[in-house]
C-alpha cells in the first residue's frame, strides 16, 4: 500500500468517557501518523464514535491526554479542532438540510463581502459559490445544482457534500464515521477513492470508521480495534486478516494485550 | 472519477430534474400568490367600498399605522421562526416595557403634583429615560427566553408560555391593574402622530425596523446561521457556530423589538394600556406562517411575513367598510393561516420525497 511516514500527528493515550454510568471509552489509546488512512473498526457500542467525537472537539473526555504534533491539545468545542485543521464528516451527516450545497459547504466558514460591510458580516454568495464550485470540481463531484437545497438532493449526492466540505477545509486531519454505511456499491468506492484523494492529493491523514471489514482492507494503510472502550489492536492492514480483527472485536482472543492505559 | 454521484439524477431530462424545476416554478409562485391575494384583497375592497374609499391614502395609512406595531413583531417573531424557536410572550412583553417606560416617563418629567396639572419640567430626560427603560425591559425578557430556552433546553414553547403569564402580571402589580395615566402629550403629538413626507413616523419606524431585519436576514452570516440553526442545530454546532449564544441574542433581539413596540404604543395611545397585546404572538405567527415561514425551521422569505401582517388589518378595514362585519376577519384569517400550513407541509412532504 501507499508508503506512510512514521510521524506521529494524533496520539491519543488512556482515553475515558462517561455517560453516567455507562463507560464508552475506558481507556483507549489510538495513533494516527502522517499520510496514512487509518480505518478504526469495533463492534456495535465499542466506542469507535465516542472516540473519533474526542478528536473532533464534539465530545471532551473525562480523562486522558490527547496530542496534536506531540503537544497536548485540549478541544473544547468542534470548532477547536477545525482550527487544530481536523475536520469530520459524521455518520448522521450534519447537513443543513434548507441551505443549499455552497451555504453548506462555508458554513461556520463565511466568505465575506470586501470594504467595511465585512466587519458588518455582510456574506459573499458569489464568491461562496464559484469557490464550492472549484472544490467540487477538485474532488470530481458533480451535483445537478448548487442552488437547491441539500435536502433535494440525493443520499450519494449529500454525503459528496459533506466529505467535499471537510477535505475542503481539512488541513491535517479527515475524519469520517461510517461515510459509506448507507450508500449503493457505486457510490461506496466513490467515496473510497474521494478518502485516498485526500491522502494523496491532499497530503491530509484519513481516520474511517467502518464496519464492512472488505472496505477496510480495500482503502486502509493501518487499522485499529476497539472493544469495550478500549483499545486492543493496531497493526498495518497488509500484515493482519479478516479473522484476526474479527477475533479481535469479538474478544475471543487477544492479540497484541491492551497499551498501558 | 464521477460514479455514482452524478448519475440519472444530474442527466438533462430526467424526472428528478423535471420535477424539481416544477417544484421550483411552484414556491416562486407561492410568493407570487401572496402577492396577488392581497392585490385582490385591495382590487375587490376598493371596488366594493362607497366611491373606492378604501384606497384613499387616508384609508392606505390608516391600515399602515395599524399594521405598524404587528410588523415589527412579525419581522421578530419570524426570525426566531425560522431558527425553529417560538416566542409567545412579545405581547406580555410589549406591556410590561410600555408600562415601566411610561411609568419612568411620568416619574421624571416632574414632581406628582405638576404631572397631575400636565406640567413637565422636565421632559426631555422623562422622554429619554422613559424610552430607554422600556427599549431595555423588552431586551431584558428577550434575554430570559433566550437563557431558559438555549441554557436548560426547556421548550421555548413552555418558557414563553411562562414569561407571557409572569411578564402582564407584573405589569399588572405594578399598575394595580390600571392604564398609565398623566403621559405628556409631547410624544403623541411629535412622534405618535406625527407625519414625514404624508407617512407616520410609527410607519416609518416599522419600515426602518424591517428593513435593518430582512438585510440581517438575507446578506449576513448573522441570518445565515439563523437558517442553519433552524435546518438542524446538531449541524449548525458542528460547523463551528454557538448555537446557544445564537439562540440567547435571537430571543434577545425579539424582546428588544418588543421594547420598541412598547414604546410606539405609548406614543399613539398616550397611555400604557394593560389590557391590549392579548392576541400579538398569535398575529405574529399567523404573518409569519401566511408568508411561508415553516414552523419546523430553516424556511421563510421577509417579504411573505411582511405581507403576511399586512393581511389581517387589510381584512378588518375593509370588512368595515364594505358593510361586512368584521367578525368575518378571523374567518378569513383562519382560512389563510391553515392553507399556508397545508403548502408547507406539502413542501416538506416533496422533500423527503426527492
Not at chain 1, 86 to 102: K, P
Amino acid at each position: 500500500m501507499n508508503p506512510t511516514s512514521d510521524k506521529v500527528l494524533l496520539s491519543a493515550r488512556g482515553i475515558v468517557k462517561n455517560y453516567g454510568h455507562v463507560q464508552a471509552l475506558g481507556g483507549a489509546n489510538f495513533e494516527l501518523r502522517e499520510h496514512e488512512i487509518h480505518a478504526l473498526v469495533g463492534d456495535n457500542g465499542a466506542g469507535k464514535s465516542t472516540l473519533i467525537k474526542v478528536f473532533s472537539g464534539d465530545v471532551q473526555p473525562d480523562e486522558g491526554v490527547l496530542e496534536i504534533d506531540g503537544r497536548p491539545a485540549r478541544f473544547a468545542s468542534p470548532r477547536d479542532a477545525q482550527v487544530a485543521g481536523i475536520e469530520t464528516v459524521y455518520q448522521d451527516l450534519a447537513l443543513a438540510s434548507t441551505l443549499d450545497t455552497a451555504m453548506n459547504i462555508h458554513l461556520g466558514r463565511e466568505l465575506l463581502v470586501r470594504g467595511p460591510l465585512a466587519k458588518l458580516g455582510f456574506i459573499n454568495r458569489r464568491a461562496m459559490k464559484r469557490n464550492a464550485a472549484e472544490q467540487l470540481k477538485e474532488l470530481g463531484i458533480e451535483l445537478p445544482s448548487f442552488t437547491i437545497p441539500v435536502s433535494d438532493l440525493s443520499g450519494g449526492q449529500r454525503q459528496a457534500v459533506a466529505v467535499a466540505r471537510a477535505a475542503a477545509w481539512g488541513r491535517r486531519i479527515l475524519i469520517m464515521d461510517e461515510p459509506v454505511a448507507a450508500l449503493a456499491p457505486q457510490q461506496t468506492e466513490f467515496v473510497l477513492s474521494l478518502m485516498r484523494r485526500a491522502r494523496d492529493d491532499r497530503g491530509l491523514a484519513v481516520i474511517f470508521i467502518s464496519h464492512n471489514l472488505p472496505h477496510v482492507f480495500l482503502a486502509s494503510d493501518r487499522v485499529t480495534v476497539l472493544r469495550h472502550g478500549q483499545t486492543v489492536l493496531t497493526k498495518p492492514t497488509a500484515e493482519t486478516d479478516v479473522e484476526e480483527l474479527l477475533r479481535a472485536m469479538t474478544g475471543i482472543m487477544n492479540t497484541e494485550g491492551r497499551a498501558s492505559a | 472519477m464521477n460514479i455514482g454521484t452524478h448519475g440519472s439524477a444530474s442527466s438533462e431530462h430526467s424526472p428528478a430534474k423535471q420535477l424539481r424545476e416544477l417544484a421550483a416554478r411552484f414556491f416562486k409562485l407561492e410568493s407570487a400568490l401572496l402577492v396577488a391575494i392581497l392585490g385582490a384583497m385591495i382590487v375587490i375592497f376598493t371596488i366594493l367600498s362607497p366611491s373606492g374609499e378604501f384606497f384613499s391614502s387616508g384609508n392606505i395609512r390608516s391600515i399602515a399605522l395599524d399594521t405598524s406595531e404587528i410588523l415589527v413583531l412579525s419581522a421578530g417573531e419570524m426570525l426566531i421562526i425560522v431558527a425553529a424557536g417560538l416566542d409567545l410572550s412579545i405581547g406580555s412583553v410589549v406591556v410590561f416595557s410600555s408600562v415601566v417606560g411610561a411609568k419612568t416617563l411620568v416619574a421624571l418629567s416632574g414632581s406628582p403634583a405638576q404631572v397631575a396639572q400636565f406640567t413637565y419640567p422636565h421632559l426631555a430626560l422623562g422622554i429619554t429615560a422613559g424610552v430607554a427603560v422600556a427599549v431595555l425591559a423588552g431586551l431584558g425578557w428577550g434575554l430570559v427566553n433566550g437563557l431558559l430556552t438555549a441554557k436548560w433546553g426547556v421548550p421555548p414553547f413552555i418558557v414563553t408560555l411562562g414569561t407571557l403569564s409572569v411578564a402582564v402580571g407584573l405589569a399588572q402589580v405594578i399598575t394595580g391593574g390600571l392604564n398609565v395615566p398623566n403621559i405628556p402629550p409631547a410624544l403623541q403629538n411629535s412622534y405618535g402622530s406625527g407625519q414625514l413626507f404624508g407617512i407616520p413616523w410609527l410607519v416609518w419606524t416599522a419600515i426602518i425596523v424591517v428593513g435593518i431585519l430582512w438585510v440581517l436576514l438575507e446578506l449576513t452570516r448573522y441570518g445565515l446561521h439563523t437558517y442553519a440553526i433552524g435546518a438542524s442545530p446538531e449541524a449548525a454546532r458542528r460547523a463551528g457556530i454557538n448555537v446557544r449564544l445564537h439562540t440567547i441574542s435571537l430571543y434577545g433581539l425579539m424582546g428588544l423589538l418588543a421594547g420598541i413596540v412598547g414604546v410606539m404604543d405609548v406614543a399613539r395611545f398616550d397611555t400604557a394600556s394593560i389590557f391590549a397585546h392579548t392576541q400579538d404572538n398569535l398575529t405574529a405567527i399567523t404573518a409569519a406562517v401566511i408568508g411561508g415561514t415553516s414552523l419546523f425551521g430553516g424556511r421563510g422569505r421577509m417579504l411573505g411575513t411582511v405581507i403576511g401582517a399586512f393581511i389581517p388589518a387589510t381584512l378588518r378595514n375593509g370588512f368595515v367598510l364594505i358593510g361586512v362585519e368584521p367578525f368575518w376577519q378571523n374567518v378569513a384569517l383562519g382560512s389563510v393561516l391553515i392553507t399556508a400550513v397545508y403548502i408547507d407541509q406539502m413542501r416538506r412532504r416533496r422533500a423527503r420525497i426527492a
